[in-house]
């Protein structure tokens, strides 16, 4: 696992962490003004929700992800709702992606635009992530389109394009993310995949994705190459150098984070293995 925050002094907002048997990687929403509605900030929000996620994991009782996610939402909103005004859209809010080895199967949870790459041993790498954030954001977006920017115009279409956004987030028909309503984990996109079919797994957060789009430095079978190569410094190290030589373009330096999981148990997880060892292990690297 690597992570690694996009501009140097700043607080990284995103979190990964693992248990035997489970990764958690988060990807916090840098959303300007979040410190005038929470004294915590997004990097706090992140790595308490992570926390809550990793503990519930680590007791490995089968519960769905779905119900793990709601309970540690609901926990993290508890813990700052009364020094933090989170009914405000722009409370802190997170990105979610969860894999889990249980009983012989690799379970998922994806809520918003973090990525999971499964490697399975035939065929190519299917690529899932959770679309309804950058739907929203396409339609949100529509009406600067033709509108010159750095002009008046701009500036107010741009505000209203915003507001559009925020009144669709944790809505019917926009888009679902972790904030402060433990009801968004019913709306994350889930799997399950037998353990047998798969050689790997990797998550990465939106700003580790850049790799493939927008810069198009490799596609995502390249990715898994350079996972199995050199690891996740490599994938955020060429990132870094595509955002620097964009230095001028609208997408400033992101947070990255990758976690790459191999060596998956067999069907025979969960069953204890030689000196207190269990199959239940997702090993990164």
Same mark, same amino acid.
């Given at each position: 696992?690597?992570?690694?925050?996009?501009?140097?002094?700043?607080?990284?907002?995103?979190?990964?962490?693992?248990?035997?048997?489970?990764?958690?990687?988060?990807?916090?929403?840098?959303?300007?003004?979040?410190?005038?509605?929470?004294?915590?900030?997004?990097?706090?929000?992140?790595?308490?929700?992570?926390?809550?996620?990793?503990?519930?994991?680590?007791?490995?009782?089968?519960?769905?992800?779905?119900?793990?996610?709601?309970?540690?939402?609901?926990?993290?909103?508890?813990?700052?709702?009364?020094?933090?005004?989170?009914?405000?859209?722009?409370?802190?809010?997170?990105?979610?992606?969860?894999?889990?080895?249980?009983?012989?199967?690799?379970?998922?949870?994806?809520?918003?635009?973090?990525?999971?790459?499964?490697?399975?041993?035939?065929?190519?790498?299917?690529?899932?992530?959770?679309?309804?954030?950058?739907?929203?954001?396409?339609?949100?977006?529509?009406?600067?389109?033709?509108?010159?920017?750095?002009?008046?115009?701009?500036?107010?279409?741009?505000?209203?394009?915003?507001?559009?956004?925020?009144?669709?987030?944790?809505?019917?028909?926009?888009?679902?993310?972790?904030?402060?309503?433990?009801?968004?984990?019913?709306?994350?996109?889930?799997?399950?995949?037998? !353990? +047998?079919?798969?050689? &790997? $797994?990797?998550? %990465?957060?939106? /700003?580790?994705?850049?790799?493939?789009?927008?810069? =198009? !430095? +490799?596609?995502?079978? &390249? $990715?898994?190459? %350079?996972?199995? /190569?050199?690891?996740?410094?490599?994938?955020?190290? =060429?990132?870094?150098?595509?955002?620097?030589?964009?230095?001028?373009?609208?997408?400033?330096?992101?947070?990255?984070?990758?976690?790459?999981?191999?060596?998956?148990?067999?069907?025979?997880?969960?069953?204890?293995?030689?000196?207190?060892?269990?199959?239940?292990?997702?090993?990164?690297?």
């Amino acid at each position: 696992m690597t992570t690694s925050a996009g501009k140097a002094g700043q607080p990284n907002e995103d979190f990964v962490g693992a248990v035997p048997g489970a990764v958690v990687l988060l990807d916090g929403a840098g959303i300007p003004g979040t410190e005038s509605i929470c004294r915590h900030g997004v990097a706090w929000y992140t790595h308490r929700l992570g926390g809550a996620l990793l503990g519930r994991l680590s007791r490995d009782d089968g519960r769905t992800l779905t119900t793990i996610l709601a309970e540690a939402i609901a926990e993290t909103a508890e813990d700052h709702r009364h020094t933090c005004d989170l009914t405000d859209p722009s409370s802190p809010q997170a990105t979610v992606a969860i894999v889990r080895a249980h009983r012989g199967r690799l379970d998922h949870l994806l809520l918003a635009d973090s990525f999971l790459v499964l490697d399975p041993v035939r065929g190519g790498p299917q690529v899932l992530t959770d679309e309804r954030e950058v739907a929203a954001r396409r339609v949100c977006a529509a009406p600067l389109d033709g509108v010159p920017g750095g002009t008046p115009e701009y500036d107010r279409v741009l505000d209203s394009c915003r507001q559009s956004l925020r009144a669709r987030r944790n809505q019917p028909g926009g888009y679902w993310i972790a904030k402060d309503d433990p009801r968004a984990a019913e709306e994350a996109v889930t799997g399950s995949r037998p !353990l +047998t079919e798969l050689a &790997g $797994v990797a998550l %990465l957060s939106n /700003g580790a994705s850049r790799i493939v789009s927008p810069y =198009r !430095l +490799t596609d995502w079978p &390249g $990715v898994l190459e %350079l996972l199995r /190569g050199y690891g996740p410094a490599e994938v955020i190290r =060429r990132v870094r150098q595509a955002e620097a030589r964009a230095a001028a373009g609208p997408d400033a330096p992101d947070d990255a984070t990758v976690a790459h999981c191999t060596h998956l148990p067999d069907s025979g997880a969960g069953e204890p293995g030689p000196a207190g060892t269990t199959g239940q292990g997702l090993h990164g690297t």
